[in-house]
């Protein structure tokens, strides 16, 4: 069965700190992968995606992820956080033309001022 | 709309009761999901609707859940004689393309 794994459940940082964010998932064939962000009381949105072609992604707020395909990983990266990146990050994973998304447990991220 | 809106943000039921939870998605999204989070676990999918029909119902718990989506466009969530591990929240999203999910602020489900 498809799964997708986060290492780190809950992180503090200082602002300015780098961050990755990891997230691995099961699965052999095609996929899509996905970065959610949950700021405190909002409903998630997405904050990156990866289809196909260039591995480097750009999301919204200087993130953005490498999927390296030979490692099932797609990590988040930002390179000098800020308190307003406190947040749950959520990496998704959908297989080929399957519609319904594999979620990782979340990863809590605490930004100190 | 604007956005993804579930209502009620709040449901307190007795166990054994029947729940009903809506979900309008946003004006011309053809796919809705329904997902459900647990304390302490990931999002859990429950179903996707395209149009008015589930292709991918393989998530929903047990025969006491069910779902329905008419004209398109509101979909309601059934929970029939609820349980305590019913609780949690359960969130809806709706998107266009595959993959751009936009999702609600959830329904928060307690059980007593």
């Known amino acids: 069965a498809q799964s997708v794994s986060q ?41 990156l995606k990866y289809f196909s072609g260039d591995p480097l992604v750009k999301g919204i707020k200087g993130f953005e ?8 990983s797609f990590n988040l990266r930002k390179p000098s956080v800020q308190w307003s990146d406190t947040a749950e990050y959520f990496c998704a994973v959908n297989a080929g033309n399957n519609r319904k998304l594999i979620w990782g447990l979340g990863t809590s991220l605490a930004v100190n001022p | 709309g604007a956005g993804v809106s579930q209502s009620p943000s709040n449901k307190v039921t007795e166990k054994g009761k029947d729940v009903e939870l809506r979900c309008d998605p946003i004006s011309g999204h053809t796919a809705l999901y329904w997902y459900r989070q647990s304390l302490g676990q990931g999002l859990e999918f ?40 019913d609780s949690a929240v359960y969130l809806c999203a709706s998107s266009l393309r595959q993959g751009e999910a936009f999702f609600g602020q959830g329904t928060r489900l307690t059980v007593v």
Do not use: M
């Open chain 2, 46 to 85: 429950l179903i996707y609707f395209q149009g008015n029909s589930a292709p991918d119902k393989s998530g929903l718990p047990s025969d006491r859940f069910s779902a329905e989506r008419t004209g398109g466009s509101v979909s309601t969530l059934t929970i029939q004689r609820t349980q305590q591990e």
């Open chain 1, 65 to 72: 992820a490498e999927f390296i395909k030979s490692k099932f």
């Open chain 1, 7 to 47: 290492h780190n459940h809950h992180v503090i940082l200082s602002e300015a700190a780098s961050l990755e964010l990891g997230c691995n998932y099961s699965y052999g064939g095609t996929v899509n992968l996905f970065w959610y962000v949950q700021y405190p009381g909002q409903h998630l949105q997405l904050l």
